[in-house]
């Protein structure tokens, strides 16, 4: 197998204990203990012919809805995370087993499972995809959810189901040409009604389950030429493709090479990570090939594909950034950082976490936006509880149930005592029960700059904890007498080591870095984007022209004034006599107008088109 240099704790091991994180954590812990399971199921029931009574979802998972079902895919691996995680009074254990048991009823024979018949996939095959609406990447959502019901809530049922769909897909494929496979397999149009998600991943999954060979090489099939084989040799391939259609499909071919160690899948997912680099936006998040604003759609029809490398400049219509893309982007960030130990990896993790994970989820429910849009005078459109069902309503509440994940890593590469990395100032709680080890993060970051961590072990164990040396500007020793003598702090360039013998209730203090920057738009110098600390501060209202003093972080830091201590709260002055903007962090926008890349172009002022919100996923 592939050598790790850092691997993320597993969701039970990393526990949140407070803030934003763990508000909203519960927010959609409480939606999904709210929601009636035989609505839920009801359209897998009436596929399968069986009787129910229960009334029918709307959106996306309404009774003629294309890829209806998906969302039910969602739900089970939300509640497998959420059981992973903390599940002491069983009820998303329940809801594991209960989702499972109607799946198993909704079984045909020869595994096929779904909301919709399968005469869907007949149409894929047949009539150019006429009449079909992503079948495949409907099955996949259905398939990932049983592999996590078994994987994190050890349902057995769920494993034998998963493993049905996988040998009624390959033998589907097996009775197909080479060009109707690669016909079916090659979603380059606009919008794509091929799109087939992460198939791929969660077959490979199964086949580290099972060692069945079969399923191995169904995986395989999802590994496609045209994108993954070019970005082997370096080809940016990238633009005008629909960016979370092929999201995962880098998570995919990282997947492969973990189990074959095929050295050109990592080689596909680097490239392409370089690739995406040039399409990102400050948010750490990416997707938009927009060229013009339409308003049947609210924003571009090309929205959701990506633009030009290092040229965003016409990228700003309202529909940039489906958060789809954030959470699967963070995904194949966090991975390859785990690989290869690269702290601006890392850092772009945070960034993805703060502005644009946390972000998408409502501050008033949980639920969740569809884009993120970063223009002037926009507004989010999030999700509703039963009647919406969009795909990042789904990625939005598995994402959620695993906010914990990515803050604490432990080191693979060290031998000669525990090493623990610490990714980001989220306050949660590490519990490595193999090491007797527990480490509690205290922290407000960004409201303030500082940060405690205590130490709860039983033994005596030499243990070496690393912190981001672009964050952490100072470790003091002032609250434990004597531990100076046993600890150390050793600048190790990238990383801070705080190392030594750690006695329980030892103490720590750490004073951060936090300061502003000014981040131009790609390919428009003009268009920059405020940020204190690594978090994106978004400005109140459509009025979004400043100074030019603010395209760089200098004359920004002479007109941005913090209003107070309490809160992350920024009054930015400009020219003459007009009214300063106020800034907020963009987690904390709700469906307020606001502005992001504000325009400091004095000679060219900006107005803000009439913005209409995007319709539920019509584009």
């Known amino acids: 197998m592939t050598a790790d240099r850092y691997q993320s704790f597993a969701l039970g091991q990393v526990e949140l204990t407070g803030g934003e994180w763990l508000r909203r954590q519960r927010l959609v812990r409480d939606y999904l203990l709210s929601f009636n399971l035989d609505r839920l199921m009801h359209t897998f029931r009436r596929n399968a012919g069986l009787p129910s009574g229960a009334q029918p979802l709307g959106g996306w998972e309404s009774e003629d809805g294309g890829i209806r079902g998906h969302f039910v895919g969602h739900f089970l691996s939300a509640a497998a995370k959420y059981h992973a995680g903390d599940d002491s009074d069983g009820q998303m254990m329940h809801i594991v087993d209960r989702i499972v048991e109607n799946l198993s009823e909704c079984a045909r024979p020869d595994g096929y499972l779904s909301a919709f018949p399968d ?17 495949y990447y409907t099955l996949h959502k259905i398939m990932q959810g049983l592999v996590d019901a078994y994987r994190l809530a050890d349902n057995d049922k769920a494993l034998e189901l998963a493993i049905g769909m996988a040998h009624y897909i390959a033998h589907r494929f097996e009775r197909l040409g080479r060009w109707n496979i690669d016909n079916i397999l090659r979603p380059v149009r606009l919008n794509p009604l091929n799109e087939y998600g992460g198939i791929g991943d969660s ?8 060692g069945d060979q079969s399923i191995l090489k169904t995986a395989q099939l999802f590994d496609r030429d045209y994108f993954v084989g070019n970005l082997m040799h370096g080809i940016d391939v990238l633009e005008d493709l629909h960016a979370n259609t092929h999201l ?7 997947h492969r090479y973990r189990i074959t160690e095929d050295i050109r899948y990592r080689s596909a997912v680097e490239y392409g990570y370089v690739f995406l680099l040039g399409r990102t936006f ?15 759609y609210g924003v571009s029809d090309r929205a959701e594909h990506w633009g030009t490398y290092g040229d965003l400049s016409r990228s700003l219509t309202g529909g940039e950034c489906e958060s789809c893309c954030a959470h699967n982007t963070e995904r194949v960030v966090r991975e390859l950082f785990e690989l290869d130990g690269d702290p601006a990896k890392l850092a772009h993790v945070e960034r993805l976490k703060f502005n644009a994970v946390l972000a998408c989820l409502n501050p008033d429910n949980g639920l969740s936006a569809y884009h993120q849009p970063l223009g002037a005078g926009v507004r989010r459109l999030y999700s509703t509880a039963y009647d919406s069902f969009w795909c990042c309503t789904g990625t939005g509440i598995e994402a959620a149930a695993s906010l914990q994940q990515g803050i604490w890593y432990r080191s693979l590469a060290s ?21 007797r080890l527990d480490l509690e993060l205290h922290a407000n970051y960004p409201y303030d700059d500082h940060a405690t961590v205590i130490v709860h072990q039983a033994g005596t164990n030499r243990l070496r904890l690393l912190l981001r040396s672009d964050r952490v500007q100072r470790v003091r020793f002032d609250t434990v007498p004597g531990m100076r003598d046993r600890v150390t702090v050793h600048d190790m360039g990238e990383f801070v080591a705080v190392e030594g013998v750690f006695h329980d209730g030892d103490v720590f203090d750490l004073d951060l870095g936090l300061d502003i920057a000014a981040e131009p738009l790609p390919g428009n110098d003009n268009r920059v984007a405020v940020l204190y600390g690594g978090i994106v501060l978004a400005a109140e209202g459509s009025d979004a022209n400043v100074s030019q003093a603010c395209r760089n972080a200098e004359g920004l830091r002479s007109l941005l004034v913090r209003e107070n201590d309490s809160e992350l709260r920024f009054t930015l002055h400009r020219n003459g006599d007009r009214r300063p903007l106020r800034l907020k962090p963009i987690y904390e926008v709700k469906q307020e107008t606001y502005s992001v890349y504000l325009n400091a172009d004095e000679t060219h002022e900006l107005v803000p088109e009439p913005w209409i919100p995007v319709t539920a996923g019509e584009n």
């Open 248 to 254: 995962p499909v880098l998570a995919a071919a990282l």
């Open 282 to 296: 400050a948010n750490g998040s990416n997707s938009s090939r927009a060229e013009h604003y339409t308003k049947r």
């Open 415 to 435: 031998e000669e005592m525990i090493e623990i990395l610490l990714g980001m100032f989220i306050p949660s709680r590490l519990h490595w029960v193999d090491c």
């Open 203 to 210: 077959l490979y999954s199964l086949y580290e389950l099972t």
């Open 119 to 135: 005469s869907q996939l007949d149409v894929l095959e047949t009539k150019e995809f006429h009449g079909a609406w992503a079948p």
